[in-house]
């Protein structure tokens, strides 16, 4: 377990990448739970913030699985989806604690002018980190340089908002 857990610590710092995973459909399954339940963790563990935020981290969790899928069968590297989509969750397990708490103090303190610069910045460095894991896994997986995988990435969290907006702004 903790050689899993430094694996994917070493993947959100970027130096190494979903190769260096093994190929599992149980370790899949197993680091997409962990990922869910650290969220479910930190979401719980911070005060409230309004909204539908479990139904929001489902649909994150299924839209991840999907956009790998239909990603690398379109690219034909059907075959990186294990260990691709692992690296993925894993990585995002290991920061899910920094972004949800940054997210928490921008609304926390949205109105606090001494505040709201300092800590928006914080969750900005956060996000462009969170880019730059995500870039760093796509490269290795698809073999594709840092600017097409930048792009694939914005992409992605573009789609996904899109789909949150969606979901949560039709009446019903």
């Not at 070493?10 to 990922?35: C, E, H």
């Not at 894993?90 to 610069?117: E, F, T």
């Amino acid at each position: 377990m903790k050689e899993l857990v430094r694996l994917f610590v070493q993947i959100a710092v970027m130096r190494k990448g979903p190769q260096d995973v093994p190929a599992s459909v149980a370790l899949l399954a197993a680091t997409a739970a962990a990922f869910f339940l650290i969220n479910c963790l930190v979401s719980v563990v911070l005060p409230p913030i309004p909204g539908p935020w479990l139904t929001q981290l489902v649909i994150e969790v299924v839209f991840t699985f999907a956009w790998y899928a239909l990603l690398l069968k379109i690219l034909r590297r059907p075959e990186r989806f294990l260990q691709t989509t692992t690296a993925v969750f894993g990585y995002q397990a290991v920061l899910a604690p920094l972004s949800i708490a940054a997210v928490w103090l921008v609304r926390r303190y949205a109105d606090d002018d001494m505040w709201r610069l300092p800590i928006s910045l914080l969750a900005l460095a956060i996000v462009v980190w969170q880019v730059a894991a995500n870039t760093s896994v796509l490269k290795a997986a698809l073999e594709w340089g840092t600017p097409a995988c930048v792009a694939l990435v914005i992409l992605q969290n573009l789609a996904e908002q899109i789909l949150l907006l969606y979901v949560f702004s039709v009446p019903g």
